[in-house]
């Protein structure tokens, strides 16, 4: 049974750190690509980021870009996403989700973890 | 960035049909066949309905169907059955290898 597992959540103060993570199980996890996609309380999905197979390709939303960090272990089969200089904004529930891939584009987000809640506030 | 639009709600009746919008620009939606809808229970994650515009995940339910014309994708729920009282998101493949969301819509079964 293919299952993602997020952790790393929790309440933080603007400015702070926080690094999330998530396990993942029942698939090759070295051959998919993976991404964060998060939703604030009340609102709707926003995608954040996104890594490739072996690690060597990333993208990031705007809102993002340049203070968050995904990567991963392909050996611990294990997702990350490191978020620094965090804002009241970036309060949500941070999902792990697995991206199928067709031409060179994940086409579908196939696979959910129940998500993990980061607060931002002081 | 921007994400793409949804009307807020659709409602209809047990056993009718509803369809919902997602209406892009030619840098996702309307620029690639990577449209995908999600369907959201309160509390729950998001689960994949409809996948490349129009296919659905093996053994998944064939109440719904996916489309596009131009810009704009849409879903359609046939048969609407209380269980499909849920918020519902397309999301679309777009420029520079990124991804959007649509607004979600959040549909009612009368």
């Known amino acids: 049974e293919v299952q993602v597992v997020e952790s790393g959540g929790g309440l933080v103060q603007p400015g702070g750190s926080l690094r999330l993570s998530c396990a993942a199980s029942?698939?090759?996890?070295?051959?998919?690509?993976m991404h964060w996609v998060r939703q604030a309380p009340g609102k709707g999905l926003v995608w954040v980021s996104r890594i490739n197979y072996d690690g060597s390709s990333t993208t990031y939303a705007d809102s993002v870009k340049g203070r968050f960090t995904i990567s991963r272990d392909n050996a611990k089969n294990t997702l990350y996403l490191q978020m620094n200089s965090l804002r009241a904004e970036d309060t949500a529930v941070y999902y792990c989700v697995r991206g199928t891939v067709r031409g060179g584009a994940t086409t579908m987000f196939d696979y959910w973890g129940q998500g993990t809640l980061v607060t931002v506030s002081s | 960035q921007s994400a793409l639009t949804q009307p807020a709600s659709v409602s209809g009746s047990p056993g009718q049909s509803i369809t919902i919008s997602c209406t892009g620009t030619?840098?996702?939606?309307?620029?690639?066949?990577?449209v995908s809808w999600y369907q959201q229970h309160p509390g729950k994650a998001p689960k994949l309905l409809i996948y490349e515009v129009s296919n659905r995940p093996s053994g998944d339910s064939n109440r719904f169907s996916g489309s596009k014309s131009g810009n704009t994708a849409s879903l359609t729920i046939s048969g609407l059955q209380a269980e499909d009282e849920a918020d519902y998101y397309c999301s679309s493949y777009s420029n520079s290898a990124t991804y959007v969301f649509g607004t979600g819509t959040k549909v009612t079964v009368l």
């Open positions: 030619s840098s996702d939606v309307g620029g690639y066949k990577y």
């Open positions: 029942g698939f090759t996890f070295s051959s998919c690509w």
